[in-house]
């Protein structure tokens, strides 16, 4: 049975990549989805789909996070996609990249979660579903020190709040992708210098030999959704790079 059919399905970050993608795959489901992001501009592509209403959302700010959650009303699955991938490793690191990507990885989640949380308590469940990565307590992944520190934390959140509200039918899992085509992942080949080498070496990582699709992502999302009998794991899916 398809359980997310008529559900209300708020996405962050889904102005590109998998946030938009997973908006566009649930509401083909019949979901209806508030799709949110701070990129107006290309949120506006989403206008207009059947079955998505658009609503400009910084994560990172608290204020935001409860005003589009009383505007939309009880909330049945929240899909966290924001994140920001840091580059370099501990020694690299700037205080200041390290609280912002707590802030955008992490207490983002945090924010979501405790606005949408007391509806779907009181609704009798709900689905969360965040966004780490295997680059995060899966995997130690080279020069993603940042990243995969505050990935693990998306992890360890995850679990936190499918603990605490198993008996209440609320279901807490994590997406954990290996390396996705996405406007952002364009950007990081780009900086590297060498566009086709750095292209080769992200394909290399995965044993299935490619990138993955930010559609593939999506499709496990609406699977999570739909899982009634699973909560609190970290789901890897990225071409068998942690065989
Ligand atoms: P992306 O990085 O290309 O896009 C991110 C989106 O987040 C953008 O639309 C941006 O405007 C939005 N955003 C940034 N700051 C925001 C804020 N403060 N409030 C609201 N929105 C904000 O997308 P992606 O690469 O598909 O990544 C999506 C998620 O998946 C991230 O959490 C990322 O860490 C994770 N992930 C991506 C990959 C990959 O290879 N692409 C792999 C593993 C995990």
Redesign the pocket.
Known sequence: TDWVKDKTVLV??????????TALTFAARGAKVVA????ET??SELEGSAGIETRR?????DM?VQTVVAETGPVDVLF??????HAGSILDMKDEDFDFAV???VR?MIRTIRAVLPAMLERGGGAIIN?????SSMKGVPNRFV?TTT?AA?IGLTKAVAADFVAQNIRCNA??????????????LRAQGDYEAARAA?IARQPIGR??T?EE?ADLAVHLANATYTTGQAYAI?GGWTI
């Open positions: 962050t970050a889904a102005g590109q990549g998998i946030g938009r993608a949110t992001d701070i990129n290309a949120l959302l910084d994560v990172l700010k935001d966290n996609g924001a994140g920001f991938v802030d955008l990885n983002s966004m780490a990565s295997v680059a990243y990935k998306v997406i954990c992708p290996g390396t996705v085509e996405s406007p952002s992942l364009q950007d990081r992200f990138i993955g930010p992502i990225d």
